[in-house]
């Protein structure tokens, strides 16, 4: 087990451009997260997969954000023409659903995005 | 949606001292997990506890559902338990989204 894995660590992109960032679960973990975190706040919910199947989007997902687990097992996160707002660390989380029951979420270190 | 009031916003404690962080949660939740932000950003999972109570070590953490709120108790602190602590709830479905709290900032004094 070597935890949620998360690249890249960092990015610096220019306004406009578009940018991926990968996330590599707990390899047993069949629910995968992507949460947003500002400066001295909480993370805040983006979206979840079951599997391969996306089960639900935050508002704060604009369409410009899409994410993709095309496999059931990594996942991927893309901002398309990014702008300042949207610089935040972005961290993906992951936790084994067995028979509909929660169970503790781990986190990986998360990609930081700053957009000058 | 669910609101997560965390208190005190702030901590600060001598090495050694004993502390209580509480959270209140403003709808019935299935999922309650309490969390720790190292300095470096790191989130870890203390505890999965939507009633009852645990213990950890030094920590434990207790959690009275009806009266919709949360107890993390730190004793013993000492330097390295400094950072951020969050709860988060989920209110709908199992493991759907939790929803965090704005985290309690603990500095532990050497």
């Known amino acids: 087990d070597t935890g949620v894995s998360q690249n890249p660590r960092h990015k610096i992109t220019k306004r406009g451009q578009n940018v991926t960032f990968r996330c590599d679960p707990i390899s047993e973990h069949n629910r995968l997260y992507w949460y947003r975190q500002t400066l001295g706040q909480g993370p805040e919910f983006l979206t979840y997969f079951q599997n391969e199947a996306q089960l639900e989007k935050s508002r704060l997902l604009s369409d410009r954000f899409s994410a993709e687990r095309p496999k059931g097992s990594f996942s991927t996160l893309e901002i398309q023409r990014t702008e300042q707002g949207d610089s935040a660390m972005y961290l993906c989380?992951?936790?084994?659903?067995?028979?509909?029951?929660?169970?503790?979420?781990?986190f990986g270190n998360g990609t930081r995005l700053t957009v000058t | 949606g669910i609101q997560v009031e965390q208190s005190p916003p702030d901590l600060i404690l001598q090495e050694g001292a004993n502390s209580t962080l509480r959270c209140n949660f403003s709808d019935s939740v299935n999922n309650l997990q309490w969390f720790h932000q190292n300095p470096w950003g790191q989130l870890i999972n203390l505890f999965y506890i939507p009633s009852g109570t645990k213990q950890n070590g030094r920590l434990s953490a207790t959690t009275v559902a009806t009266e919709r709120y949360s107890l993390l108790y730190i004793s013993s602190s000492q330097t390295t338990d400094s950072g951020v602590y969050f709860c988060a709830v989920g209110s709908t479905g199992a493991n759907s989204k939790l929803t965090f709290g704005k985290g309690i900032t603990l500095s532990v004094r050497p």
């Open positions: 989380a992951s936790s084994l659903d067995v028979a509909a029951h929660n169970s503790p979420l781990h």
